[in-house]
Structures are given as structure tokens and as C-alpha cells.
């Protein structure tokens, strides 16, 4: 099963200085972030603002050549998660055939963006995510306990003595 999404926009992960894509689901408040290249953002960006630019990019040559040999983009998904990796499908059609291509998810919707094409994710994929996350806050809070426990370890009944209640 796969959701339709959107792309909401573009942020920078301020601890990590990564480029981040966040996708919206259109039925529902549930949001998909994934990391991609700074060039790569910067053309969805371009695509997302309307800003022509004099000479075509990657994704705009891709698209040219599709036009000209009267392929169509029917869908990009977004199509699996592995070792925190995307990976995704761009689903071409010409003469009533489908054919799936692998691409990198930022490929993906950059050319979704060149030609209007539907953006889908794998429900696999929104729930892996989940379980990543759930378990990077459980080690989160697992090594902040670590760190009181340290703490509390080593304190000696003489550290109380300068606290009073």
C-alpha cells in the first residue's frame, strides 16, 4: 500500500548541516524527512519556487529527452528503507509499457517536480521510519539515564551536605 505525498519543503538539520526534504502526507499530519545533497536541494528548490534558469539542469535534461521520445513519468515512489537509506522507483511509461527505474529519492522528486508527476511512499517505509525513530529516542533517553546514573553513582553522602532542605 503507498500514500500520496507532497513535498512541504526544505530545511537544514542545524546539528548535522544536512539537507533535509520533508515529505506531507495529503491525507493526514503524517511527515516524511529524508536527508539528500545540497545540489540536489538546490534544484528541487528552484522547482519548487519557479526559477528559471538559463541553461537546463539533470533533471530537466532527463525530462527533455522523455518529452522528445514520448515517455511519461507516471509516478516516483518512495520504496524502501534499508540500513537508513531511501531508495525509490520512478515509473516511466511509453507504448502502453511500464517500466520501474531505481533512482535515488532526491532524483526521484526532483524529476516528480520537472514533470507533475504524483509522488507515492511505501506505507513499509513510513513504518520503518517510525521504528528507527522510536528506537534513536529510546537510546537517546537510555544514555541520558546512563548519565544520571553515573552521576548519582558517584556522588558521596559529603556532596549532599552543602544542599539544604
Not at 2 to 21: F, H, P, S
Not at 66 to 72: K, P, R, W
Not at 81 to 105: G, H, M, Q, V
Amino acid at each position: 500500500m503507498v500514500r500520496e505525498m507532497k513535498i512541504a519543503g526544505l530545511v537544514m538539520d542545524q546539528q548535522t548541516d544536512n539537507t533535509v526534504v520533508v515529505l506531507k502526507d495529503l491525507s493526514s499530519d503524517t511527515a516524511l524527512p529524508i536527508v539528500i545533497g545540497l545540489l540536489e536541494a538546490s534544484n528541487i528548490a528552484a522547482k519548487l519556487e519557479n526559477i528559471a534558469l538559463p541553461r537546463p539542469m539533470t533533471h530537466d535534461l532527463l525530462k527533455n529527452i522523455m518529452d522528445q521520445l514520448e515517455v511519461e513519468v507516471d509516478r516516483v515512489e518512495i520504496s524502501d528503507l534499508k540500513n537508513e537509506t531511501f531508495y525509490a522507483w520512478i515509473y516511466l511509461s511509453a507504448n502502453d509499457r511500464e517500466t520501474k527505474i531505481d533512482a535515488r529519492p532526491s532524483d526521484a522528486l526532483a524529476i516528480a517536480l520537472c514533470t507533475g508527476s504524483r509522488i507515492y511512499v511505501n506505507e513499509k517505509v513510513i513504518q520503518k521510519y517510525k521504528t528507527i525513530m522510536t528506537r534513536n529516542e529510546t537510546e537517546t533517553l537510555d544514555d541520558e539515564a546512563k548519565k544520571w546514573t553515573e552521576i548519582l553513582e558517584n556522588l558521596s553522602p559529603n556532596d549532599f551536605q552543602r544542599y539544604k532542605i
